[in-house]
C-alpha cells in the first residue's frame, strides 16, 4: 500500500514538473536560437580550419573547449554540419534535478551526455574531450559524403559561446603517372634510347588528385625535378605535369631507373612509375697491345685491341694506312662492354710509317667511334739506290766536268754507315784527289777518264747491309791517242812510202775529223792532205814518201769531234833508215846435245830486222897449216875482207837465239852473231875460242867448208897444188888467193853443171855475186828451230830486181 502511494506520489510530481521543465528548455532553446540567430554571422566568420582525409581513414576535428575563465566551465558543445539548424552531435552535462533550480547546468562534465544523430554519420561519430584545447570530434571510415565544413560551437556556463569551423576534405588520389617521350609518344616500358652527350626529355602527367598532386623526378632516392609544370592544352585542374630535360646525359645515367612520382601532400605514400633508362654510351677507351716493341720486316707479330664502355657492345676495325685489313677474332663481354679483338701481322718494309688504326665503333649510336692510331715502326736492312744529284745529267758529261752521285738509302734504323765503291773497290774520301765522300753524297771533282766506270754504294745498319745496282759513268771527250799510239818513230828511206796509220779514242765516235800536219826540219808546220778515214772513223791513214833530206821530220795527227779537237796530237817521227844495232850480252850454254847461243836484241835501226850467226873455225890439228892471220877473227862486211877466215856454217833467226850441233875437237872456233835489216847489217857481237874437246851431238852439219872439203872440191888436184895454196896463204899473196879460189870454184861449176840442177825462185836473202880468195860463203838458211840440213852446199843469192846480181847456183861438193 505505501510502496504504491509512493509510485503514484512520485509519478504525479515528475507530471507537474515535466511542463515546467518543457517550457524552460523551451525558453533555453528559444534563447540559443536567438544567441545562434544572433550569432551567425559570428560562426560564420570563425576561423576556418582545414582538415584533409583520404577515404576510409579515421579523421579528427579539433574544437577547443578551454573556458575563457578558470572559474567558467563548459555547459554544452555542439557540433553542425555545413548548414544544418539541428546538431549532428550534442554533448552536455547530466541533469540533476533539484527544486531550487531545474538548470542543468550544474552537471558534471565528466558524466555529460552524448547524443549524436541516428544516421550513418552519426553512428561513426564520437566526441572526445580531453584537457580542453585537445577536445576532437572523431569520425571513423570516412567517406566522399562527410565531406563538408563543421562547426564546433561550445557553450559556457558564464562566458559567451564560441564556434570553430572545420573543413573536412577527403583527398582524391591522382591517376597513375603516364610518361611520354619528346616525340609525344608514351613510354610503356624503357626509356630511350638516349645517345650519350645528347639531351634527355621525358614528361609525367598525372590527372586529378585532391588536393592538387605533387609530381615529382627521382633517381637513386634523389629529387632531379620538383617543378610542376600545368598543362595548358587541357583544363588547369584536370592535369598535373613535370617536365624533365636534361642537357647533356652522362654515364651515370646508364642502367638506372628514373622515378615519377605523385603525391598529394595528405597521403602517406606516393604513387610511383618507375621508367628504366636505354642509355647508348660511346666506346669509353679504345687501346692497342703489339706483341713485340720492335718489329721486323717479315717477322708476324700479333695485335690485340681492347676496347670497353660502349653499350651496345662495339664492333672493331682494323686499318692500316686506312685500308680495312684482315679477319680479326673478336670476343665480347657484355656485362662490362668490353670488346678484345686479336689480330696477326706480317709486316714488310713498305709497311715502315704507316698507321694502325683500331676503330670501335658503336652500331647503334651515329658518330659514337672511338680509335687509336699507332705509327708503325718496321726495321728492316737499307734497300740502296744511286743517281745522279739533281742538275746532272749522264749524257752530257765532259771531262773536267764536276759529278755528284746520290746514294738514296731506305732503312729503318737509318743507316750507319754509307760505303762507295768504283769498279768494286772502296773509295775514301780524298781532297787532294777530287774525291769527297759526305754522308751519302759523293762529288768527283775536274772528271778525268780514269773517273769512268762502274759506282755503287752500300748501307749498314743493325738490321743488315743492302747494295745498290751499279751505275755506269761515261763521259763525252775529244779525241786522243789510242793507247799505243801517241807516238811513233817511223825509219823510212827516200822515195820509200809508208802508211802512217793515226789511232785515236773520242765519245761520241761520230763526226770525228782528221786533219795532218808537218814539222820539217826548217820548223814550218804545213797541213798533209789526202789521208783516208777508217774503222767507223777512228782511223786515219796516211800514204807518205820522202823524197828529199828535208822530208824528214815530225807527222802530227790531229782529230776532233762535237766536244772539241784533239789536244795532243798522236807524233810520228820519220827518219832515214840505218843498219841495226849488234845483238847484246851474248852467252854460250853447253847443253847435253848442242851448244845454244843466247843474245839480248839491240836497236832495229827502224826497219825490220833479223839475225844472223856465222862459225868461223882455225884448225889446231898438227897435220894441218895453221893460218895465222892477224885478220883471223876480225868482222867481215857483205863484200868480205881479205885475210878474214871463211865461215864454216851459217844460220839465220828471227831471235839471236841459236842451237849448234856437231862441232868437232881440233878447231878454235869463232861465232859471229850479226843483226840484219833493210838497211844492212850491223858489227857482229863476237864469242871467240869456242873449243869443243869431243865430237857434239854426232857428225857435224856442216853447211860451210873445212880445209878437208877442198880437196873433195878438187879432186884433179894434187898434194903439190894444196901445198902451193897453203904456201900462198902463209906468203899472204892476197891476190894470188884470190885468183886461186876463184879457178877452183870456176872448176867446180863447170864439173856439176852437167849433173846437178839449178834450183830457181826467189829467197828473202841478198849476198854478193863474188867471193873473196880466202873466204867461201855457205848457205844462209831461214830456220826458227834447231833443225840442219845435212847437206853440203853454196848458195850464192840472185836478187831479181838487181841485174848485177847472178843466178843462184847449188854446188854440191860430194863425190
Known amino acids: 500500500m505505501r510502496c504504491t502511494s509512493g509510485h503514484v506520489f512520485l509519478t504525479s510530481l515528475i507530471l507537474l514538473i515535466l511542463p515546467r521543465a518543457r517550457r524552460v528548455d523551451a525558453a533555453t532553446e528559444d534563447s540559443a536560437e536567438f544567441q545562434n540567430k544572433g550569432s551567425t554571422t559570428y560562426a560564420l566568420t570563425a576561423p576556418l580550419r582545414l582538415v584533409w582525409a583520404s577515404e576510409g581513414e579515421d579523421v579528427e576535428l579539433p574544437c577547443d573547449v578551454t573556458p575563457p575563465t578558470p572559474t567558467d566551465s563548459v555547459n554544452m558543445v555542439l557540433w553542425f554540419k555545413d548548414s544544418a539548424g539541428i546538431p549532428l552531435y550534442r554533448y552536455s552535462r547530466k541533469m540533476l534535478v533539484r527544486v531550487r533550480s531545474l538548470d542543468a547546468r550544474s552537471g558534471d562534465l565528466q558524466s555529460a551526455i552524448h547524443w549524436a544523430v541516428s544516421d550513418d554519420l552519426g553512428k561513426r561519430t564520437y566526441f572526445q574531450i580531453g584537457d580542453g584545447h585537445r577536445a576532437k570530434l572523431k569520425v571513423t571510415k570516412v567517406t566522399y559524403k562527410d565531406q563538408g565544413i563543421f562547426r564546433c560551437r561550445v557553450d559556457f556556463i558564464n562566458s559567451p559561446t564560441r564556434n570553430f569551423r572545420v573543413n573536412l576534405t577527403l583527398v582524391e588520389e591522382p591517376s597513375k603517372p603516364v610518361i611520354y617521350d619528346a616525340q609525344g609518344r608514351e613510354v610503356t616500358g624503357v626509356g630511350g634510347p638516349f645517345l ?145 679483338s686479336k689480330l696477326a701481322l706480317a709486316l714488310g718494309k713498305h709497311d715502315d710509317g704507316k698507321e694502325l688504326t683500331c676503330r670501335a665503333e658503336n652500331p647503334r649510336f651515329p658518330g659514337g667511334v672511338l680509335e687509336q692510331t699507332k705509327v708503325l715502326s718496321v726495321a728492316y736492312a737499307p734497300i740502296v739506290d744511286v743517281h745522279l744529284a739533281t742538275g746532272y745529267v749522264l749524257d752530257t758529261l765532259r771531262e773536267e766536268d ?289 873449243r869443243v874437246v869431243e865430237p857434239i851431238g854426232g857428225k857435224i852439219e856442216r853447211n860451210g867448208l873445212f880445209l878437208e872439203d877442198l880437196k873433195k872440191a878438187l879432186p884433179s888436184a894434187t898434194s903439190e897444188n894444196m901445198i902451193i895454196v897453203i904456201a900462198l896463204t902463209g906468203t899472204g899473196a892476197v891476190a894470188l888467193i884470190l885468183v886461186g879460189i876463184g879457178v877452183i870454184i870456176g872448176l867446180a861449176i863447170c864439173r856439176r853443171r852437167t849433173s846437178t840442177l839449178v834450183k830457181d825462185g826467189p829467197d828473202d836473202f841478198t849476198t854478193p855475186s863474188y867471193v873473196s880468195a880466202q873466204r867461201i860463203e855457205p848457205r844462209i838458211r831461214y830456220s826458227g828451230d834447231s833443225r840442219r840440213s845435212q847437206r853440203a852446199s853454196l848458195y850464192v843469192e840472185e836478187n831479181r830486181n838487181e841485174p848485177d846480181l847472178l843466178q843462184r847456183v847449188e854446188i854440191d861438193l860430194h863425190e
Open 402 to 690: 764536276d759529278l755528284k752521285l746520290v746514294c738514296n738509302v731506305e732503312s729503318n734504323p737509318p743507316p750507319s754507315r754509307v760505303i762507295w765503291y768504283f769498279n768494286d773497290t772502296r773509295l775514301e774520301h780524298d781532297v787532294a784527289g777530287g774525291t769527297l765522300i759526305a754522308t751519302n753524297t759523293l762529288t768527283l771533282r775536274i772528271l778525268t777518264l780514269a773517273h769512268a766506270g762502274v759506282y755503287s754504294c752500300a748501307a749498314i745498319n743493325s738490321v743488315g747491309e743492302g747494295h745498290s745496282p751499279p751505275i755506269f759513268i761515261r763521259m763525252k771527250y775529244a779525241p786522243r791517242c789510242k793507247v799505243g799510239y801517241e807516238g811513233r818513230e817511223i825509219t823510212a828511206g827516200r822515195r820509200e812510202t809508208v802508211s802512217l796509220r793515226c789511232e785515236v779514242d773520242a765519245v761520241p765516235t761520230d763526226a770525228v775529223r782528221f786533219s795532218w800536219t808537218y814539222n820539217g826540219t826548217r820548223g814550218d808546220v804545213l797541213p798533209m792532205p789526202n789521208s783516208r778515214v777508217q774503222n767507223n772513223g777512228l782511223v786515219s791513214v796516211l800514204e807518205y814518201t820522202p823524197s828529199a833530206d828535208t822530208d824528214f821530220g815530225t807527222l802530227a795527227c790531229w782529230a776532233s769531234n762535237s766536244v772539241g779537237r784533239q789536244r795532243t796530237p798522236c807524233i810520228f817521227n820519220i827518219v832515214p833508215g840505218k843498219p841495226p844495232q849488234p845483238p847484246l850480252d851474248c852467252s854460250l850454254h853447253n847443253e847435253t846435245s848442242s851448244l845454244e847461243v843466247n843474245c839480248v836484241p839491240g836497236a832495229d835501226g827502224g826497219s825490220p830486222q833479223y839475225f844472223l850467226l856465222e862459225v868461223r873455225g882455225v884448225p889446231k890439228s898438227p897435220g894441218l897449216v895453221q893460218v895465222n892471220s892477224p885478220t883471223l877473227h876480225a868482222p867481215q862486211s857483205d863484200q868480205g875482207t881479205v885475210g878474214e877466215v871463211p865461215a864454216i856454217y851459217q844460220e839465220r833467226n828471227p831471235s839471236p837465239n841459236f842451237q849448234l850441233h856437231g862441232l868437232e875437237p881440233g878447231f878454235d872456233y869463232t861465232l859471229y852473231v850479226y843483226a840484219v835489216n833493210g838497211r844492212g847489217r850491223s858489227e857482229p857481237a863476237l864469242l871467240e875460242h869456242v
Open 196 to 340: 650519350e652527350g645528347y639531351n634527355l626529355a621525358l614528361t609525367c602527367q598525372v590527372a586529378g588528385g585532391r588536393p592538387k598532386p605533387m609530381v615529382t623526378w627521382w633517381k637513386d632516392g634523389k629529387l632531379l625535378d620538383g617543378v610542376v609544370d600545368t598543362m595548358s592544352i587541357e583544363s588547369p585542374s584536370k592535369f598535373t605535369v613535370n617536365h624533365l630535360f636534361i642537357d647533356k646525359v652522362t654515364r651515370s645515367l646508364w642502367g638506372t631507373k628514373l622515378e615519377c612520382r605523385a603525391q598529394s601532400p595528405p597521403m602517406a605514400s606516393p604513387i610511383v612509375r618507375e621508367v628504366p633508362l636505354d642509355i647508348y654510351l660511346k666506346p669509353a677507351v679504345v687501346k692497342i697491345i703489339l706483341s713485340e716493341d720492335q718489329i721486323y720486316a717479315g717477322r708476324p707479330i700479333a695485335a690485340r685491341c681492347e676496347t670497353w664502355g660502349s653499350s651496345p657492345a662495339a664492333r672493331i676495325v682494323w686499318r692500316l694506312a686506312g685500308q680495312v685489313i684482315g679477319e680479326p677474332n673478336v670476343s665480347t663481354t657484355q656485362r662490362s662492354n668490353s670488346t678484345v
